[in-house]
Nanobody
Framework: QVQLVESGGGLVQAGGSLRLSCVASGSIFSINAMGWYRQALGKQRELVASITSRGNSNYADSVKGRFTISMDNAKNTVYLRMNSLKPEDTAVYYC???????????????WGQGTQVTVSS
């Protein structure tokens, strides 16, 4: 069993900032990558940012320059710092982890329950 605990969502005015956190625990030998996705009402879930355990990151074009993803490997925790928030950033943000359960094992993916981010204009 794997658990992902997300925190940091909430209501903020346009131009404000939030930091999301996601802690992974449970039957994890090692983590390959973690990421944040979001799903706005009536839209498909989309990648916001991802980061590998080696620190290689990837961002959606819509958040480049405003959002920063980071990971603390020792704590199995991924963070998403969101600056200059816009109303169009409003969505449920989901944490994702790609991990292995045993050495040399196959990778698995697990999703968090999501945290709401609402940006008012």
């Amino acid at each position: 069993q794997v658990q992902l605990v997300e925190s940091g969502g909430g209501l903020v005015q346009a131009g404000g900032s939030l930091r999301l956190s996601c802690v992974a625990s449970g039957s994890i030998f090692s983590i390959n990558a973690m990421g944040w996705y979001r799903q706005a009402l009536g839209k498909q879930r989309e990648l916001v940012a991802s980061i590998t355990s080696r620190g290689n990151s990837n961002y959606a074009d819509s958040v480049k320059g405003r959002f920063t993803i980071s990971m603390d490997n020792a704590k199995n925790t991924v963070y998403l710092r969101m600056n200059s928030l816009k109303p169009e950033d409003t969505a449920v943000y989901y944490c994702n982890v790609d991990y292995v359960r045993v050495r040399w094992g196959q990778s698995h993916t697990y999703w968090g329950q999501g945290t709401q981010v609402t940006v008012s204009s």
